[in-house]
């Protein structure tokens, strides 16, 4: 499994963005697939997976009620709609493939800063 994250770029707080996840190979034993950022020097940060099967989502409280995360089937993309950003939003976002209960594929990242 390929996945490929873009979508990342400068935007002011309270702005928006949507990142995009395009998965390609063996997608079909996928159960989820799940977002997550990190800033340099901390731990990654879980923010939110979907369903692959049901569209059913789960979100990091850190998250909920400003970033969506949604997934279309037929272009095996999957995305986070990013609302009202704030600058410590700040960091690298990845998007991971999740197979019986491990993410297994990680994306490269793509990159999203919020100015002030």
């Known amino acids: 499994v390929q996945l490929q994250a873009s979508g990342g770029g400068l935007v002011q707080a309270g702005e928006s963005l949507r990142l995009s996840c395009a998965a390609s190979?063996?997608?079909?034993?996928?159960?989820?697939v799940g977002w997550f950022r990190q800033v340099p020097g901390k731990e990654r940060e879980f923010l939110a997976w979907?369903?692959?099967?049901?569209?059913?989502?789960y979100y990091a409280d850190s998250v909920k009620g400003r970033f969506t995360v949604s997934r279309d089937n037929a272009k095996n993309t999957v995305y986070l709609q990013m609302n009202s950003l704030k600058p410590e939003d700040t960091a690298v976002y990845y998007c991971?493939?999740?197979?019986?209960?491990?993410?297994?594929?990680w994306g490269q990242g793509t990159q999203v800063t919020v100015s002030s």
């Open positions: 979907v369903s692959w099967n049901d569209g059913s989502a």
């Open positions: 991971a493939v999740r197979l019986r209960s491990v993410y297994a594929y």
């Open positions: 190979g063996r997608t079909a034993s996928t159960d989820a």
